[in-house]
């Protein structure tokens, strides 16, 4: 066998790596339908959701909680940034014979006004500093009807710290390795992580970096209220019962503007 090449291909979004080990994934990063339709009655009641609502799935992946609210008859969009998760999700869509939008774009950008009653967000709540974090949700909020909700599923960085550090290697495909490493700075309260994605067959090999930002909910509630929210619930993950900051592992978040 020759010798893998030696430079790495940094690549947009780290799309190569993400989008490709994702769908091959599949069931690791897109939630099953019955883990997704478990959890509706919850945001149904959490988010006191009307069949009028016209609802954003932000970071919608391959759509599997955009479907889910089309199946219950609720009028739904799905924004995702990566092009290879947006058409899988309308070739599933279609094949399932529902009807969503969906729109290629960074839910960063976002400019919508009074669009939406409804924003929401299921494992798809990233940012990288704080002035980022109320800029985006700044945009929701202009993006919101006056009666609008916003939802999150946030981790809670005094747990999530312990995960730390991650040094993972699985081979996805014969000869086609992927490395997930990654550590925490605690002073910053960021993860950062490196993946890896190393082809023997064709010697190419992807590297794509990035951090996530996980402020205590303390913060998230200040920058929420900062953005103009004002009525704020803090969930245990996807139920109905409040959040224990000393012992969950993340809440979920409903906002009202
Ligand atoms: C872990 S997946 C979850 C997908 C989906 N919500 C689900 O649970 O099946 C995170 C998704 O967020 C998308 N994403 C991350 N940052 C984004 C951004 N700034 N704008 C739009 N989509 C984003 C990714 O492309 C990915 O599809």
Redesign the pocket.
Known sequence: MNDPPREFLRTD?GHEV??GW?LEQGSY???APEF?ERHFPFYEKALQLSKSDNIL?????????AREFARRDYHVVG????PN?LSEAEKITQRENLEIEFIL????EMNFEERFNVIF????F?YQSKEGLISLLKRIHKALTPNGRMYFVHSNPSIKKKQFPVDNLSEIKKNVFVLQRGAYDESNNVERCAWLKIDLETHKHYKCDFSVMHLPPDEVKNCLMKAGFKDLHFYKKRRLEDFDPENDKGFSVVAKK
């Open positions: 979004f993400y989008d994702y990063n897109f939630e997704v799935e932000a970071g919608c992946g391959i759509g599997s909680y924004m995702d940034l990566s998760f774009g960074d839910y960063n967000f299921e494992g798809s990233f």
